[in-house]
């Protein structure tokens, strides 16, 4: 293994703070822009679209409307199915279920998450993974198969975007417009958008002058670049390509542009770190000696693994690795929360060193192989993990720029891309830029959501979340939201989100028994749960604001992050305190009339 310098503890975290420092970008979450306005193709276009859906306007009465095709509406509305609530209506502005993987259809895209955990309900279904580690294509067919294996389709109403929601202290009901002209009357309102559904791109000067072709990676034009998201991208065989952007979308598509460009600049900011893929075709023969149960165990270990609560032998992936180590260091006696977290700091040292000394063995310019090292602790950023993107460095017709810093990129111009002073003329633009994972809910959710009194879901949340166990708000009757935030974060988001569905599943069940037709928190149990996230949050803010920047710290600015918002003790211990809920049988913190 190669040697990493500097060696010491206290030498790497230097760098640490210093690579961050040179980073951080006063404007925050400001650096980045929605694709709107004169920007709005990079977002609104759906170059993947059947011809559009001609229909007349649906004015209707619903129990249950979910806007989101997703896993989240998906899973929300087959456990409702499971638990006899059938009159639900899906809205979705794609023209087919699968949420993030009906747009992200980039060459190289796959799940970093194994199959026979990522993939909900295999064991209900019968389904076969493909591979260990799912390409997009077959997430999103999988979609398609959920859609028909519940019944799903009559239900659903695609190429349907939402205007507007507001309750109705009359009827007791959520009514939501479209811009098809569909009025809708829902007794219960469920907001299923997910997290990675709404495009960003870089705050540079020029994006709309560029003469060339551009788009953002969740809306791959195949019609320019050939190809698909196995085959060759064979007309870039004479195009100039810039990608902007080497987080967990643009590792995936690097090596696959590097193959055909004629030539490819990438410009980073900040390093991925890259762990090993190592996937390989599924075992149909182990697969179908699991013993009944096997999912839910597997993806249960899966969480305690990947946080060093139990030996990961069945899985034992990059996920799990650093869990691994913490575990074996782990001393006979009892430990001081400062012990604690001094272990669990060497333990991240020790595969950073090892995704550093990964580069180091594979990408054979040195210069190169120093602006790919990745110089924060692990979860700082989401890790990645890939087998061909190192080596596309390796490539005669591949640049990497280091786009941090005074280096920054300053401008798009007619011709192309201009970073540290420096001029780079390209035909292609590709911007890998990611999505609105933080902000206010106006920056990740596209319409007005005014609940009792008129009280404004984006004020409601101004200052961040608040929620009972990040499901419902208080005057915001029968109104659910099954996502991320003031609940388990994990790894795998279909494991959580399939949890938040069973709850709400149950929540609903029970209101029907106790013929209950409003569903509310208290301001109280509100506050409360608020309280409770903050309190289970020990890890102090300066964890977060010494971090790389990115979306997993608010950007370096603090204040809400994804892990400040989140049930610290994790998803086991959050589906513990769930079920303690559901078991004292009172429904405590909600109001039921």
Same mark, same amino acid.
């Given at each position: ?33 929605? #694709?709107?306005?004169?920007?709005a ?15 007349d ?16 509406g ?41 199959s ?13 993974? @493909? ?19 519940f ?8 190429? /349907? ?22 009025? %809708? ?24 002058? %560029? ?5 953002? /990676? ?39 542009? #590097? @193959? ?6 990438? %410009? ?17 023969? !182990? ?6 149960? !096997? ?19 069945e899985?034992?992936?990059? !996920?799990t ?83 941090s ?82 609940? #388990? ?6 494991t ?12 609903? /069940? ?37 971090c ?10 603090g ?12 998803? /086991?211990? %959050? ?18 009339r």
């Amino acid at each position: 293994m190669a040697t990493i310098s500097p060696e010491s503890p206290a030498e790497i975290l230097a760098r640490y703070r210093a690579e961050r420092d040179k980073r951080i970008d006063a404007k925050g979450n400001g650096q980045y822009v929605d #694709a709107v306005g004169t920007l709005a193709r990079f977002g609104d276009a759906d170059p993947n679209a059947a011809p559009r859906i001609e229909r007349d306007p649906i004015t209707a009465e619903v129990e249950v409307l979910i806007v989101g095709a997703g896993f989240g509406g998906l899973l929300t509305a087959a456990r409702l199915k499971e638990a006899g609530i059938t009159d639900v209506r899906i809205l979705d502005l794609a023209s087919d279920f699968g949420g993030t993987w009906y747009w992200n259809r980039y060459p190289g895209v796959q799940c970093d998450i194994e199959s026979y955990s990522y993939l909900p309900l295999l064991e209900e279904t019968g389904y076969v993974a @493909k591979h260990r580690y799912a390409y997009g294509d077959e997430i999103r067919e999988y979609s398609q198969f959920l859609g028909r294996y519940f019944d799903l389709y009559p239900k659903a109403s695609f190429q /349907t975007r939402v205007t507007d929601v507001e309750w109705d202290a009359a009827t007791q009901r959520w009514q939501v417009n479209t811009d098809r002209g569909d009025r %809708f009357s829902a007794r219960y309102f469920m907001l299923a958008v997910g997290r990675v559904s709404r495009p960003k791109l870089p705050g540079i000067p020029g994006i709309e002058k %560029f003469r060339g072709h551009s788009f953002h /990676t969740s809306r791959w034009d195949y019609g320019y670049t050939g190809g698909d998201t196995h085959a060759d991208l064979d007309k870039l065989g004479d195009k100039r390509v810039a990608v902007i952007g080497t987080g967990a979308t643009g590792i995936q598509l690097i090596p696959r542009v #590097a @193959k055909t460009a004629k030539h490819l600049t990438v %410009f980073q900011r900040t390093p991925s770190s890259v762990g090993i893929r190592g996937n390989h075709a599924t075992d149909v023969e !182990w697969y179908k000696s699991q013993k009944p149960g !096997w999912q839910e165990y597997r993806r249960s270990l899966f969480l305690d693994a990947a946080s060093g609560l139990c030996d990961d032998s069945e899985i034992r992936d990059g !996920w799990t690795e650093t869990g691994r180590i913490l575990r074996e260091g782990k001393p006979a006696h009892p430990e001081t929360p400062e012990e604690m977290g001094k272990r669990a700091m060497m333990a991240d040292i020790q595969v950073m060193n090892g995704r550093r000394a990964r580069i180091d063995e594979t990408v054979k310019d040195r210069e190169t192989a120093e602006k790919l090292k990745p110089w924060y602790n692990l979860f700082c950023k989401r890790p990645t993990f890939n087998d061909e993107f190192l080596d596309a460095f390796n490539r005669p017709n591949v640049t990497l720029v280091d786009a941090s810093g005074d280096d920054a990129i300053s401008e798009i111009t007619e011709t192309g891309v201009v970073a540290g002073g420096k001029d780079y003329p390209v035909d292609l633009i590709i911007y890998a830029s990611g999505f609105q994972v933080i902000g206010t809910v106006g920056q990740r959710v596209t319409f007005p959501v005014k609940g009792r009194d008129g009280v404004m879901l984006e004020d409601h949340w101004g200052a961040g979340m608040r929620t009972l166990h990040g499901l419902t708000a208080h005057n915001f009757p029968n109104w659910f939201y099954i996502g991320q935030g003031q609940n #388990a974060v994990a790894a795998n988001y279909t494991t959580t989100v399939d949890d938040q569905a069973k709850h709400l599943a149950y929540i609903l /069940t029970e209101a029907k028994k106790r013929d209950a037709t409003v569903i509310e928190p208290t301001a109280e149990a509100e506050q409360g749960w608020l309280d409770e996230i903050r309190a289970s949050n020990k890890r102090p803010p300066e964890f977060y604001e010494n971090c790389t920047p990115g979306y997993y710290n608010n950007e370096g600015k603090g204040g809400v992050t994804i892990w400040a918002e989140s049930y610290a003790p994790g998803a /086991t211990a %959050f589906n513990a305190l769930l079920k303690t809920w559901r078991d004292a049988g009172d429904m405590k913190g909600l109001t039921l009339r």
